[in-house]
C-alpha cells in the first residue's frame, strides 16, 4: 500500500484510527535507536518494536495489532505464522500484541497453538480510550459536552487565555518544561525530553501540532495533538500549578478539536480513560476528559497479551516484573509517610 491507503485503511479498521501502527509511527521508533519490523498481507497489517530486557533478552511488541480484516481468512493465518518464524529465528523470547476485541485474539490464539498465550503482567496502553464523532455542527459538539465544561471553557475565554500553536524552540522549551511541573506534581514519570522533540521532527509539519495556552506573559498549558488521516489524537498534555482558575486546558482542548475539524478530521480520540476501574489512578483525567464528550461510550480494549515462544526466558521475565512491582509499591509507601 502507498501511505495514502496504509492511512484510509488503518482509520478503517482500528477504533483508534491506527495511529501507533502507522509507517510514521515506526519511523519514530526508528530515530530513537529501535529495532522495528513490519509485516503485511491483504488483509493483516503489524508494525512491531523489539525491546531487549537485561537477562529476560529481546521481545516484540506490536502496539494496538497486529490489524486484522474481518472475515478472518487464511492469508491472515499465513502472515502470522511468518511473524512467528521470524521470531523464532531472532530469538525473541515473545511477542506482546493488543489486538482490539476478544474475537481477534482467541483467532490469533488459535494460529499460534503451539505456543501459550498469557496476559502481560501490564497493559502497554491504556484498556479504555474516548473517540468522538467530530463532525457534526459546532453546536452540537457544544451540546454533547457537560454544562461544566461549557462553562469552563466560556470561563478562559472571558479572562482573555490565548492558545497559540507552533514548533519554534521558545514554545517546545515551554511544554517541555510544563510537562516536568505536572509530574512533579503527580508524581508520575514522563518521557525524556528528547522524545518529545523526536515526535515533533517524525512527522511532517501538517500533521502535528504543538499547541500551548497563554495568559499576561505566562504559560498555562500545552499539549500535542497528532492529525492522521480522518482522525485526530490528542498524545500528550500537560498544565501549570499558575492561575488553575483560568481553566486553560479546557480552552486549550477545544481549540485542538477545532483545528482538527479544519482539517478534515471527523474523529477526535482523547486517549485514555478509565470507566471501568482498570486504572483508577485515571479518575481525574476521565472526568476532564468525559466533560467533551458526555454520552460517549468508551472503547474498551481487551488489554496486552503475550505469545510466549522461550518459557523459561518469560518465567524470569514475570519474576523480574513482580519484583519491580513491589519495589515500586514499597517506594510509593514510603514517599507518603
Not at 24 to 49: K, M, P
Not at 95 to 108: A, C, D, G, H, P
Not at 135 to 158: C, H, P, Q, V
Not at 222 to 230: H, K, S, T
Request: charged share 30%.
Amino acid at each position: 500500500m502507498d501511505i495514502s491507503e496504509q492511512t484510509r485503511w488503518l482509520n478503517a479498521k482500528c477504533p483508534d484510527g491506527g495511529l501507533l501502527q502507522s509507517e510514521e509511527w515506526r519511523r519514530l521508533n526508528d530515530r530513537e535507536g529501535f529495532v522495528t519490523r513490519h509485516f503485511e498481507s491483504d488483509e493483516l497489517w503489524a508494525n512491531g518494536i523489539e525491546y531487549a530486557l537485561p537477562i529476560a533478552g529481546k521481545y516484540w511488541y506490536l502496539p494496538r495489532g497486529p490489524v486484522l480484516e474481518l472475515p478472518i481468512s487464511d492469508s491472515q493465518q499465513r502472515c502470522w505464522r511468518d511473524i512467528l518464524q521470524e521470531a523464532q529465528k531472532n530469538a525473541l523470547g515473545w511477542i506482546r500484541m493488543e489486538l482490539k476485541n476478544e474475537e481477534e485474539l482467541s483467532r490469533v490464539g488459535e494460529w499460534s497453538k503451539e505456543f501459550s498465550m498469557r496476559k502481560a503482567p501490564h497493559d502497554m496502553q491504556p484498556r479504555e480510550i474516548l473517540v468522538a464523532d467530530i463532525s457534526g455542527s459546532e453546536e452540537d459538539l457544544f451540546a454533547n459536552m457537560k454544562s461544566k465544561t461549557r462553562y469552563n471553557i466560556r470561563i478562559a475565554e472571558r479572562h482573555g487565555v490565548e492558545v497559540f500553536s507552533g514548533r519554534d524552540e521558545g514554545m517546545l522549551c515551554e511544554f517541555l518544561r510544563i510537562n516536568q511541573e505536572m509530574a512533579r506534581r503527580n508524581r508520575i514519570s514522563t518521557h525524556a525530553d528528547q522524545h518529545y522533540r523526536m515526535l515533533l521532527d517524525s512527522f511532517p509539519s501538517d500533521q502535528i501540532e504543538l499547541l500551548i495556552a497563554k495568559h499576561g506573559g505566562r504559560y498555562l498549558a500545552a499539549m500535542l495533538v497528532v492529525f492522521f488521516g480522518d482522525t485526530a489524537t490528542y498524545l500528550h498534555g500537560a498544565s501549570s500549578d499558575d492561575e488553575r482558575g483560568l481553566m486553560a486546558p479546557y480552552l486549550l482542548q477545544w481549540r485542538a478539536i477545532e483545528m482538527a475539524r479544519r482539517r478534515g478530521c471527523v474523529r477526535y480520540d482523547f486517549g485514555g480513560v478509565d470507566t471501568a476501574g482498570f486504572a483508577p489512578s485515571l479518575s481525574g483525567v476521565t472526568r476532564f476528559k468525559q466533560g467533551f464528550a458526555r454520552n460517549v461510550n468508551a472503547i474498551r480494549y481487551p488489554g496486552s497479551y503475550d505469545i510466549v515462544l522461550i518459557p523459561s526466558r518469560y518465567s524470569l521475565y514475570k519474576a523480574m516484573s513482580m519484583s519491580k512491582y513491589i519495589v515500586n509499591k514499597a517506594k510509593r509507601v514510603l514517599t507518603k509517610q
